[in-house]
Every structure is written in structure tokens, then in C-alpha cells.
């Protein structure tokens, strides 16, 4: 693979080799872990928000700069307004001042986080990448500088620690694996969340992230597509399903009265390989007969607002809610998406809900309660399938992936973030009949992040990204090298995104598929053709060149 913003496999090698401080091998070059330097090189670092972003959100400081200006342009008081911001904070949320005080430095988060086995930088352990901003709370905000001066561990806010915040603060993707191994029960990534909404105070952000804040404000989605091109989308979908099946299938948007709001990511309807997890979900409803509609306002399941502000996460969601109680419906089904389910299972109720206009969702076809949804209101996709295969609402034939042998992402924000395990393993296993567990680990709770979620999947910052991703990369290539893996199957949008190109370059030939795009191909519509292709088209198995037809 070759990105200008990213050392080659093997240049990687040789630098693990020969470059020094070798931060891989845990050297730092006879340095002390706090003056090692912040170094912005191509490859590190995410392109700023533009002005016209910043304008559109009424965020701080719109102007052109880049991490590697030695002069940010810092607006005028940038420290009061640091300083009052994280004394507000420390006052509203009351796990981050809890984060801040209750660290006993026992280190059993160091090794724990991706970025910090990718990269081997010291500031990467999320003990110390929280210390990057607890210096500056001791210093500002407890007696403990005055007390114990130089052994308090306290340090200035100046443009350095800035500059040290970007950089760390976007070096972690707030997947919370080091909060599964810390007896204190710290979550930094709530720290990362607090410190990135400090630094959008003074304007010290990231494009990636904005550019779709800003297009989900003004449109519903975070590609910014209008109400009509959505729809259009979804219906050239709708136009590949029948060349694929022989199946017409028909959603209706916007639809007053239906009982169920589908929602989900817009990388499902816009990007490759999410295109097919739609074509699935669409077969899949068709197949059932489901009463639903897709809104073209709502038209995005995924929140950027959550790696910016509480304010904006929480104006994010709302839309969704909002849609659902114009539309009349009963209840919301979420499709196969990331953050999004992180937002409406663990902020959701005390931001915007609970959601009591609509009813406790309830599915149609199989009678069955969805208690853990009683508040939001709203079921994730993959425990809505499971329910239907349970009580054999669903004809598969799992041979027809037969051409792909699969292992299972666990992506962050549903693993840990809500705790589903099983659903997803369960259909899996009713659609395909080659299924491989990458080692225990490195899965469900113990999941290791794609190396880019949090809206740090940026082309720019791709050398980060594949060393971050490094420890999920080397679990595929486990279960690849011992069990001929090619197919590696994941629920969020933000890894269906990000993990082709982390596939591509350290295990080429493993192709990222959405669960539903599997569950598609297995399903055995009424009046199909014979199906020979799966939804990419691609010859299942049996029909390939070569292959005897049957
Ligand atoms: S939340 Fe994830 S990325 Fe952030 S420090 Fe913890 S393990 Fe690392
Ligand atoms: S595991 Fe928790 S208490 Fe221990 S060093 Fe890490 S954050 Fe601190």
C-alpha cells in the first residue's frame, strides 16, 4: 500500500531497526518520558477545521493554520479561557474531577492502549496521557503545587502543553480499553472528551471531525447530502439489489405513521464497502415485511458531536428523536454503526430522553419485548436479527458464503460501550458457516480499536493510524495464518471505513464486510433469481470461474 502520509511495512521495519530514540523498543533516548518532544510530522497530525467550518458552527477562533506553525495564533487570554473552561467542567461533570483526583499510578493501564503497542511512545499509556492534563489541574485547581513544589507533578498551561493535548488527545480514540483494566474505574476516554472540548474553546481542532459536525448541523448527515440525493442513493441501491436478486424491494421515505424509523450511519448509504450493509438491511426488511421508513432528514446515525462537545453530541441526537416523533412512529431500529450506539445507550437518556412519546419497542414479527430498549426506545439492529433467527423467522442458506472464511471486530463503542457480545456471533454463525474467533484478548470486552475511530480516520493521518491499529491488524493476521482467514465482518461504519485500509497494509487480502451485508447474501428471498453472485457481485461459492456449475 502506498500513502504519502505513511511509512511503508517494511520502512517501518527498518525504523524499529535503526532509527533512534527507538520509542518501538520503549528506548527513549536517555530522555525522561515528559521531555520527550512533541514532533508534528506528515503522518501525525490531522489538518484543522477550515474557517467556513468554524463559522458555520459559531466555534472559536476561525483561521489557517497548521499543527506544524510554530505560532497556533492562540487567541488573545487563551489560558483564562482554558483555565475557566476546566474549572466549569470540573464543576459540571463530576467524573471528570473524580478522573482527575483518583489515579493511584499502578500502571495496569499502560500496555493497554493500541496507540501506545503501535507507537511505543510513553505518552501514549493513558496513565500518562491523562498526567498530560492532571499537571496542569494540580497545578491550577489544588494546593498540591504550593505544598510540594517540584514533587507535586504540576506544571504551567503554556502554548507547549497545547501543542502536547492535540497531539495526545488526539492519539487516543476513546475506545475505553484501558478503563476495562483500571481498579479505579478512570475512563480516559471521558478525559480525552473533556480535554477536546477545551481545546475547541481556542479554536485547536480537527477537520475531520468538524467538517462533519458542521454538514450533520445543516443537513442530517455528515457528508452534507441533501434530502433528494439521499433518497436517489437508496434507490440505486434498490436497483442493485434486483440485478443481484431478481428481488424489487421497496423503502418509503419520510413516511408518516409507518411503525418503525430506520436510522443509520450515511456511510451505509454513500460508501463503499457500507453500500452493501444496506442492500442487507433493505433484503433483510423485505424479507420480513416490516412496516418502516427512512427519514432524509435524520438521515445519519453516527455523532461527530461526541469527539467535539457534550453541547453538540447532545443537539446530534436530538434530531433523531425529533424525526421519530414527526414521523408518528412506534419506535426507532438503529442499523450497524459505532459511536452512535455508545451515544443513545450511555448519554442519550440524560441528554435528550427519555424518550417517552414513542412506545417500548416491540418487534412486529416475533412478539418479543425489548426491555433494555424501554428507555431510548430504540433496538440495535443486530439483537432485532438475532431475535428473528431465534424464532425462525428467517430463511438462510449459509452456504452461500461459503466463499468468504470470517473472524469478528468487535467494534469499541457496541462492545464495550454496550456490552453486546453474542448478538452479532450469533447471527454470524446462522448466515455463514466459516467463523474463526481472533485470540480472547483481543475481542469482545478486550476489543482493540481499529486505530481510528473518534474521527481520526483522516488520509493525512494514516502513518498514526496503521502503527495505532497495529495490535487489531496482528490478531487478524493470528486467526489468518492458522485458520486461512479472509474476511474480517464488523458492525460500525467508522471500522467498515477504516479497517480496508488497515487490512491493506499489514494483512493484503483480508476484505472488511458489515454483518448484514452476509446476512443478505444467506437470505432466501421470495421470487429470487438463482443466486450465483453475492452482493458485491462477487461469484459465491460454486459459481466461479472454474468452479462446476451446479
Ligand atoms: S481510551 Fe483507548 S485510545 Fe484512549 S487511552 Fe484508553 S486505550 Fe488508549
Ligand atoms: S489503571 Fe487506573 S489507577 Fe492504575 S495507573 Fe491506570 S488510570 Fe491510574
Given at each position: 500500500m502506498s500513502n504519502k502520509y505513511a511509512l511503508k511495512p517494511d520502512e517501518l521495519k527498518k525504523e524499529f531497526e535503526q532509527k533512534k530514540p527507538r520509542l518501538l523498543k520503549g528506548e527513549f533516548g536517555g530522555k525522561d518520558w515528559w521531555d520527550l518532544p512533541v514532533e508534528f510530522r506528515d503522518g501525525n497530525w490531522c489538518f484543522p477545521a477550515k474557517p467556513e467550518v468554524l463559522d458555520e458552527l459559531h466555534f472559536a477562533n476561525p483561521r489557517k493554520w497548521a499543527?506544524?506553525?510554530?505560532?497556533?495564533?492562540?487567541?488573545?487570554g487563551w489560558e483564562k479561557t482554558i483555565r475557566d473552561g476546566m474549572k466549569d467542567r470540573l464543576k459540571r461533570f463530576r467524573s471528570f474531577k473524580v478522573f482527575m483526583d483518583s489515579?493511584?499510578?499502578?500502571?495496569?493501564?499502560?500496555?493497554?492502549c493500541h496507540f501506545f503497542l503501535g507507537t511505543g511512545d510513553p505518552k501514549n499509556m493513558p496513565v500518562l496521557r491523562a498526567e498530560l492534563v492532571r499537571s496542569v489541574y494540580r497545578n491550577d485547581f489544588t494546593g498540591l503545587a504550593k505544598i510540594l513544589k517540584d514533587f507535586s507533578g504540576s506544571r504551567t498551561l503554556t502554548q507547549d502543553v497545547i501543542k502536547e493535548w492535540h497531539m495526545y488527545f488526539h492519539q487516543c480514540t476513546e475506545c475505553r480499553r484501558c478503563s476495562v483494566f483500571c481498579p479505579m474505574g478512570i475512563d480516559t476516554a471521558e478525559i480525552t472528551m473533556m480535554v477536546r472540548e477545551l481545546l475547541n474553546l481556542i479554536g485547536v481542532n480537527n477537520n475531520w471531525i468538524l467538517a462533519p459536525v458542521a454538514n450533520c448541523n445543516r443537513t442530517g448527515n455528515h457528508l452534507g447530502i441533501e434530502p433528494h440525493t439521499f433518497e436517489q442513493n437508496i434507490m440505486s441501491l434498490v436497483d442493485d439489489i434486483e440485478d443481484v436478486t431478481g428481488v424489487k424491494v421497496n423503502p418509503t421515505f419520510n413516511r408518516k405513521g409507518a411503525e418503525i424509523l430506520f436510522i443509520t450511519p450515511s456511510g451505509d448509504v454513500f460508501a463503499d464497502p457500507g453500500v452493501y450493509t444496506m442492500m442487507g438491511y433493505l433484503l433483510l426488511f423485505h424479507h420480513i415485511g416490516l412496516d418502516y421508513t427512512i427519514s432524509t432528514y435524520a438521515s445519519e446515525g453516527g455523532n461527530f458531536g461526541m469527539f467535539t462537545s457534550n453541547e453538540m453530541m447532545k443537539k446530534i441526537n436530538a434530531k433523531m428523536y425529533h424525526e421519530a416523533k414527526r414521523l408518528g412512529v412506534k419506535w426507532i431500529l438503529g442499523g450497524e454503526c459505532g459511536h452512535m450506539w455508545r451515544v443513545v445507550h450511555q448519554y442519550m437518556n440524560t441528554m435528550n430522553g427519555p424518550a417517552d412519546f414513542l412506545k417500548e419497542p416491540v418487534s412486529p414479527i416475533t412478539g418479543t419485548k425489548f426491555t433494555n430498549a424501554k428507555t431510548t426506545k430504540m433496538v440495535h439492529i443486530a439483537e432485532f436479527t438475532a431475535d428473528l433467527i431465534k424464532h425462525g423467522k428467517l430463511k438462510l442458506?449459509?452456504?452461500?458464503?461459503?466463499h468468504l472464511r470470517t473472524t469478528f471486530h468487535d467494534s469499541c463503542n457496541v462492545a464495550r460501550g454496550m456490552g453486546m457480545f453474542e448478538e452479532p456471533r450469533y447471527v454470524l454463525n446462522k448466515v455463514c458457516n466459516v467463523f474463526h474467533e481472533m485470540p480472547e484478548n483481543t475481542i469482545k470486552e478486550q476489543t482493540f480499536c481499529c486505530g481510528s475511530g473518534s474521527g481520526l480516520n483522516a488520509e493525512e493521518f494514516m502513518d498514526t493510524r496503521m502503527r495505532g491499529g497495529f495490535p487489531r491488524a496482528s490478531a487478524v493476521a493470528h486467526v489468518r495464518e492458522k485458520?486461512?482467514?479472509d474476511s474480517l465482518v464488523t458492525i460500525c461504519a467508522i471500522d467498515r471505513a477504516s479497517l480496508p485500509a488497515l487490512m491493506r497494509y499489514w494483512n493484503p487480502g483480508v476484505t472488511v464486510y458489515g454483518l448484514h451485508e452476509l446476512v443478505g447474501n444467506a437470505l432466501i428471498m421470495q421470487g429470487e433469481k438463482k443466486r450465483t453472485e453475492d452482493l458485491r457481485e462477487n461469484p459465491m461459492a460454486g459459481f466461479g470461474e472454474g468452479d462446476d456449475d451446479e
Open positions: 499543527a506544524t506553525d510554530k505560532d497556533w495564533q492562540l487567541p488573545a489515579c493511584v499510578r499502578c500502571g495496569a493501564c499502560a500496555d493497554k442458506d449459509p452456504t452461500r458464503n461459503d485458520h486461512k482467514v
